[in-house]
């Protein structure tokens, strides 16, 4: 059974930068597509970026040329680098394997104004 687990959130004001992390444990990803999504307060939760196991990206109009999703499969991680972060960018950030119904706990990013 896969596990996610995220970590990197926290409070930063606007103009910075977080890295978050997602690491998979219980079985390797390194054939998987990955994703990362976010949900604000009262939002659904929307496709922030995804990357295949070849290491294509795609991203969400809102985030490109800002973030960049990466991964390590010796280390069993996918990476979410956020840069000029906006207070839009606000809310739990999630991992998932693209076509299973797998989720990490979530990671809280608050970008303040």
């Known amino acids: 059974q896969v596990r996610l687990v995220e970590s990197g959130g926290g409070l930063v004001q606007a103009g910075g930068s977080l890295r978050l992390s997602c690491v998979a444990s219980?079985?390797?990803?390194?054939?998987?597509?990955m994703a990362w999504y976010r949900q604000a307060p009262g939002k659904q939760r929307e496709l922030v970026a995804s990357i295949t196991s070849g290491g294509s990206t795609n991203y969400a109009d809102s985030v490109k040329g800002r973030f960049t999703i990466s991964r390590d499969n010796a280390k069993n991680t996918v990476y979410l680098q956020m840069n000029s972060l906006k207070p839009e960018d606000t809310g739990v950030y999630y991992c998932?394997?693209?076509?299973?119904?797998?989720w990490g706990q979530g990671t809280q990013v608050t970008v303040s104004s």
């Open positions: 998932t394997i693209i076509g299973w119904r797998v």
């Open positions: 219980g079985r390797s990803i390194s054939v998987n597509g």
